[in-house]
């Protein structure tokens, strides 16, 4: 009797078959402005407060120096692609899928980069290794029932992460469908990362400890390990049985190759939660339309989902790391400096009595009837009486509002000041811009370290 094929067979056959012709045009251009924003993220990245301490630990993963680190060094492949996941992630402007509130670029991109420079691979197959990695992240995140998933406390990059690093490794170093299969396994035996971290750093290693197993769980595959055919629905400890409620298998497969699901990955354009992207679009745009100053305003209500207001809503901001997720400060700040970038949380601006004081007596978050997700809704009542309201829907950036290929080049050129080059900055927007025809990955990893 013919056994039938599994939804983590038929994802591994799915991904050691796929070639760059059957990825469609957009998508690939989707995917190139993924990329774009990943390294924008991780130029950023390097401002992040800790990140000596995980370059400290990336440096004692290995001695040799095969991989570029953005923003300047080498380390090794292990030590990059640790190091890099961190970077992207690091002062939370990355990617993300929000159904699922899942970070996809950092542990995609960052063991997806190590190893195309250290194989010299060219750019039409880290461009095809990529697009792999975000499809297999996105997929497996949306099997996994999210509501039951989160229900049982688990933060979803550090579980799905390794998925899609190991699928990008798997395209990089061709493997087959049993090869592939194996690498999933391996992934899934890594998947770990809970919300018992909120409010610590330890919340962002969840993603850059994703990327290094999946960059462990697709070279140990290719020795020829062995693991489960079946990690994804196997009864017995499968990740959506053990981690949810036997989640939606389904969606891992459904429509492969015809509905891409990375197209649903949102971008950020501002170093904050993604979750409150949506309130600092409303209030840029109301200071913005009705010229709105703090010392105008009387009160600032802000409406948001139980969901979001239970992690941003009371937050502190006595810290950068909590500055960056409180709905408060975040809502005081862009009010007073019309702009939300990093020197709004520098300490100093953390420190400002004004802006504190503006926090703490004008500003008013709640949970909002009929505000789901992370929609927002933001009322602004001027001492003359007047009410400005914005009810927002989707954040600037999100799927339904993507960013445009000229605001993620603004995005990058804004981080890598201080960074990276000027020269090498406009060298990274043409060779990812052209990266189907770039001979090496080395190029643009050179880019990169250029600082």
Known sequence: MATSITPTQELASFIANLQYDAIPPAIRERVKDIILDAIASAIAGTHGDEVKQIRTLATALGASQEASVFGGGKLSLAGATLLNGYLVTAVTVCDVHRPTLYHTTPQVIAPALAVAEHDCASGRALLTAITAGLETSVRVANGTNYSAFR??????????????????????????????????????????????????????????????????????????????????????????????????????????????????????????????????????????????????????????????????????????????????????????????????????????????????????????????????????VTKSGITHADRRLVAKGDAADPLSRAEIIGKLRTAAKGVIHEAAVERIIRLVGDLENLPSARDLLDAVRAA
């Open 151 to 380: 229900a049982r406390g688990w933060h979803s990059p550090g579980v799905v992460g390794p998925f899609g690093g190991a699928a990008a490794i798997g395209k990089l170093r061709s493997f087959n469908a049993d090869t592939q299969l194996m690498a999933f396994g391996l992934a899934g035996s890594q998947s770990a990362g809970t919300f018992a971290h909120w409010g610590t750093p330890t919340i962002k290693f969840h993603q850059c400890r994703g990327a290094l197993s999946g960059l462990m769980a697709g070279l140990l595959a290719e020795t020829g390990f062995l693991a489960s055919k079946e990690i994804l629905a196997h009864k017995d400890g499968g990740i959506y049985n053990a981690y949810s409620d036997g989640g939606k298998p389904e969606l891992v497969t459904g429509g492969l190759g015809t509905q891409w699901q990375l197209e649903q990955i949102s971008l950020r354009l501002w170093p904050a939660a993604s979750s409150v992207q949506s309130v600092i679009t409303a209030l840029l745009a109301l200071a913005e339309k009705h010229n709105l100053k703090p010392a105008d305003i009387s009160e600032v209500r802000v409406g948001l989902s139980k969901g979001v207001y239970d992690m941003h809503g009371t937050l502190g901001w006595n810290d950068k790391f909590k500055a960056l997720l409180s709905m408060p400060y975040i809502t005081a700040i862009v009010l007073h400096d019309r702009a939300c970038w990093l020197d709004q949380f520098e300490p100093a601006r953390i420190a400002d009595r004004t802006v504190d004081a503006f926090a703490r007596e004008r500003v008013k978050v709640a949970i909002a009837p009929g505000i789901e997700g992370t929609a927002a809704l933001v009322e602004i």
